[in-house]
Every structure is written in structure tokens, then in C-alpha cells.
């Protein structure tokens, strides 16, 4: 599971790892709310993948520091989502807009760039699209054009994993709540 988000979100270094639900927005070094939502795109193979966050801004978060904000990441190439973001210097150059945040409830969107190497990184691979819901139980999926890769929901009562292959078949299944588990693994195409 961890292999499969990771290999999909590996560009944005987003905390798919722990699949936690508390994802810190920080701008400046200061939390101003909670990604609540993500959603990455690559409309065809090696192009430039395309991501929306969704943040639900705190009651005390200052919105006036975003209205005119072009976020970069803190450390630049060197992207850690944890790290937070920082609004670039005006005609700072270098950036490429590879995504947008938007913070709620007020709508606000704000464009994310990005430097080459983070660029470079979002356009391998092939077309996928890939949703993850973090507002109530855990719920994370991914497709391809040959459909659905991953899918994924986690709450306190317990989780499901379904991994599939390239040709749709269901290599790993797993259900998981109180009283125990399940696992099935497909090995019958492993070489």
C-alpha cells in the first residue's frame, strides 16, 4: 500500500506514508489550517502531473496573507510537503505553476509552483489520476487509463485495501477491523 501511494504522490512528498488524517498546512513556518482533500492528474503519459489541495483554513488562520500569494515550497527543489510553503518574492523566477490550493470555507485559490527538479519528477510515468479524502474516514483512490490501481478507506472501525495490477486484476486485498484480518495476494503473475 505504502509502495503504491507513494510511487503516485513521490513527486509531492506529501505524508501518504502514515496516511494520517491531520495533514498541517504551514505557510511561513506558521500552521494556518488542514489539508482535507488532494487530487493529482496526469492527462497522458509523461505529462506534467497536476495537483488540487483542499485546506480547511483554522478559525484564527489570517486569510490576507494568501490573497496575492504564489506559494513555492520553503526549501525549494528540495520539496517536503511537511516543510510548508512560503509566498514567492515578487518577479522571483524559476517556478513553473504545477497545482493550486484552495483554501476553504472562503474559496480562495491560490496557485503552487514548483522548481525543475520538482517538475521534472511530476512528468514520469504514465496517466493516472488519483484522489484521497482525509475529512472523515481515510479514503484513498488511484487510476489509470486501464482503471482503478489502488483503492483504499480506513477509519477507526478498521480498513480495505485493494491493489490492483496493470491488467486489473486484484493482486492484493486486505480487510482489516477488530477482530482480525484478511489477506489475499495474487502470486500467480509474479515471475
Known amino acids: 500500500?505504502?509502495?503504491?501511494?507513494?510511487?503516485?504522490?513521490?513527486?509531492?512528498?506529501?505524508?501518504?506514508?502514515?496516511?494520517?488524517?491531520?495533514?498541517?498546512?504551514?505557510?511561513?513556518?506558521?500552521?494556518?489550517?488542514?489539508?482535507?482533500?488532494?487530487?493529482?492528474?496526469?492527462?497522458?503519459?509523461?505529462?506534467?502531473?497536476?495537483?488540487?489541495?483542499?485546506?480547511?483554513?483554522?478559525?484564527?488562520?489570517?486569510?490576507s496573507q494568501l490573497n496575492a500569494c504564489n506559494l513555492v515550497p520553503v526549501r525549494g527543489d528540495d520539496f517536503e510537503f511537511e516543510d510548508g510553503f512560503r509566498c514567492a518574492a515578487k518577479g522571483e523566477r524559476g517556478w513553473q505553476e504545477v497545482g493550486s490550493m484552495v483554501?476553504?470555507?472562503?474559496?480562495?485559490?491560490?496557485?503552487?509552483?514548483a522548481g525543475s527538479k520538482v517538475v521534472a519528477q511530476l512528468r514520469k510515468g504514465d496517466r493516472f489520476s488519483a484522489d484521497a479524502d482525509f475529512?472523515?474516514?481515510?479514503?484513498v483512490s488511484a487510476k489509470s487509463d486501464k482503471g482503478e490501481l489502488l483503492?483504499?478507506?480506513?477509519?477507526?472501525?478498521?480498513?480495505?485495501?485493494?491493489?490492483?495490477?496493470?491488467?486489473?486484476?486484484?493482486?492484493?486485498?486486505?480487510?482489516?477491523?477488530?477482530n482480525g484480518f484478511s489477506l489475499t495476494v495474487d502470486t500467480t503473475g509474479a515471475h
Open 151 to 178: 483503492h483504499l478507506k480506513a477509519d477507526s472501525n478498521g480498513a480495505f485495501l485493494l491493489v490492483n495490477g496493470k491488467d486489473g486484476r486484484a493482486v492484493v486485498r486486505l480487510q482489516a477491523d477488530k
Open 1 to 63: 500500500m505504502r509502495a503504491a501511494l507513494t510511487r503516485v504522490t513521490r513527486p509531492l512528498h506529501v505524508a501518504t506514508a502514515e496516511l494520517q488524517a491531520d495533514i498541517p498546512f504551514v505557510l511561513e513556518g506558521q500552521r494556518l489550517g488542514t489539508v482535507n482533500h488532494m487530487s493529482i492528474r496526469r492527462p497522458a503519459d509523461q505529462d506534467l502531473a497536476h495537483f488540487t489541495f483542499t485546506v480547511a483554513l483554522d478559525s484564527d488562520a489570517d486569510l
Open 135 to 139: 475529512t472523515g474516514p481515510v479514503r
Open 103 to 113: 483554501f476553504q470555507p472562503s474559496g480562495l485559490e491560490r496557485p503552487v509552483l
